[in-house]
């Protein structure tokens, strides 16, 4: 079975940084795109950056520029940097593996997700 452990997140200040790391096993990582999500309680989840096979990458708006998504396929380990980190930004991240390069929603499996909180 595919299992996807993520790690790297807490609590840090307005301005700071992060770096998640997702785990995978059980899987074809490197023919996979990767993906992270957030949520927030009371909103929909949403994509914050993919990874196709080919390191191909795509951002939310609300973070081109500050978040960098990236892979390595011998450690089948997906990392998301994020740098000067907003209140904005507090949520669950969760990362995710996708169908297909092409498939945007509907992931295939999930992560349990790991808590980022920014303080003001």
């Known amino acids: 079975q595919v299992q996807l452990v993520e790690s790297g997140g807490g609590l840090v200040q307005a301005g700071g940084s992060l770096r998640l790391s997702c785990a995978a096993s059980g899987s074809i990582f490197s023919r996979k795109a990767m993906a992270w999500f957030r949520q927030v309680p009371g909103k929909q989840r949403e994509l914050v950056a993919r990874?196709?096979?080919?390191?191909?990458?795509r951002y939310a708006d609300s973070v081109k520029g500050r978040f960098t998504i990236s892979r390595d396929n011998v450690k089948n380990t997906v990392y998301l940097q994020m740098n000067t980190l907003a209140p904005e930004d507090t949520a669950v991240y969760y990362c995710?593996?996708?169908?297909?390069?092409?498939?945007?929603?509907?992931?295939?499996?999930w992560g349990q997700g790991t808590q980022v909180t920014v303080s003001s």
């Open positions: 990874i196709t096979s080919s390191s191909s990458t």
């Open positions: 995710a593996q996708m169908p297909s390069d092409w498939v945007l929603v509907s992931p295939d499996y």
